[in-house]
């Protein structure tokens, strides 16, 4: 066999590090990692904030002395090296992630995003056990609005695709994820120890680990289960995916020595109003999901009260997107489950926490 120079392989026995261990995303990849037997050290913005750490608390007072919390700040130089130092492994989720009232972009979105960034990647050149990094980007890197896919062939993206119509007014977030992820790429490039592999989930639905609501994905849940868009939704197709499987892409993505390069982690495209259908299949009238498809012309004219601008609505309703995740099945050996079984586990899920 013959041994391929850039392969890291991580031991299993060293702590992983997970930024933003309160988070949706990071709360399952730290839960993931325990009950496989790592040791886990997270970041998260304050011990004090108990509500946002409560299922942190509760996973110590499971597994004890392998899980460690630290405080650190994406703003803050040299925040993280603390919960680095002795890692082979870092997995940097912790980004800001809202699209809706968004009222300094710069401040609320680019800054954090892309310091964040440097911030941990400064502290992993610096510490010299450091191996490989997992970066948490996002579809949003890949493409801004529905419309570039008429740009790419087969009007499906991949991999090699980037995002370059999204700006600090038009997409902030979108915006964001695409600075952090570029900026990873050139800080990875100037050095040789650690790799960076990187995962980019279309939009993440499932059960949490906690029992948080201020999510932006927790919230289009509750939104769309609490008759929200009751009156219809617009006509825009999303990739969805499963957040154990986004967790577990990162796990793999971790350990697999051979894995390289970006991973589009989505396991289907859907119309909104599909999104809606199978909540309404599976739990009959129960909820008040929407039925119908809203005019163009009324999305114009509503949709800035629920954060949709015109340039959104002109570039994303009622054009294509595909999304391929072939990659992410082969690289990685990842699965999805199907979005049947994350809409199901994730509303039980909130009705059984008592969040609805
Ligand atoms: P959450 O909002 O649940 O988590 C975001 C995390 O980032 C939280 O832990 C948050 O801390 C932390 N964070 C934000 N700002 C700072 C800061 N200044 N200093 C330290 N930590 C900070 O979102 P998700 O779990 O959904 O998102 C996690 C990652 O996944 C992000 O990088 C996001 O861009 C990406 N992503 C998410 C998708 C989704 O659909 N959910 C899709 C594609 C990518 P705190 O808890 O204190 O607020």
Known sequence: MSLNHNMKSINAEMPVVVTGGSGYIASWIVKYLLEDGKKVKTTIRS???????????DLKEKFKDNLTLFEADLMLDGSFDKAIEGAELVIHTAS??????????????????????????????????VKRVVLTSSVAAIHGDNIDSLLVPNQTFTEDHWNTTSSLTHQPYA?????????????????????????????????????????T????????????FRTGVPDT??????????ARAHILAGFNPN??????????????????????????????????????????????????????????????????????????????????????????????????
């Not at 011990?47 to 608390?57: A, F």
């Not at 401040?107 to 056990?129: D, H, M, W």
């Not at 040789?192 to 639905?205: A, E, K, Q, T, Y």
């Open 96 to 129: 800001p992630f809202f699209v809706a009232g968004v009222k300094d972009a710069k401040k609320q979105l680019i800054e954090p995003a892309l310091q964040g960034t440097r911030n941990v990647l400064e502290s992993c050149n610096r510490i010299s056990t």
């Open 259 to 356: 894995a390289k390069g970006r991973h589009i982690t989505s396991s289907e495209v859907l119309p909104m109003l599909g999104f809606a259908k199978i909540i309404k299949e599976n739990f009959g009238n129960k909820y008040s999901v929407p039925t119908g498809t809203l005019p163009k012309a009324l999305v114009y004219l509503i949709g800035p009260f629920f954060g949709l601008s015109w340039g959104y609505t002109k570039n994303n309703i009622g054009q294509p997107l595909n999304l391929s995740n072939e990659y992410s099945k082969t690289d990685l050996g990842l699965t999805y489950r199907s979005l049947k079984d994350t809409i199901i586990d994730h509303v039980s899920q909130m009705e059984t926490a008592g969040l609805l």
């Open 217 to 228: 994905s927790v919230e289009f849940m509750r939104n769309m289960l609490k008759g929200i």
């Open 175 to 215: 915006y964001s994820k695409t600075l952090a992820e570029k900026e990873a790429w050139e800080i990875q490039k100037k050095q040789s120890r650690w790799d960076l592999v990187v995962i980019n989930p279309s939009f993440v639905m499932g059960p949490s680990v906690s029992k948080r609501l201020d999510g």
């Open 47 to 57: 011990l004090k904030d108990t509500s946002k750490i409560q299922h942190l608390l």
């Open 237 to 246: 197709k999303m990739g969805f995916v499963d957040v154990r499987d986004v």
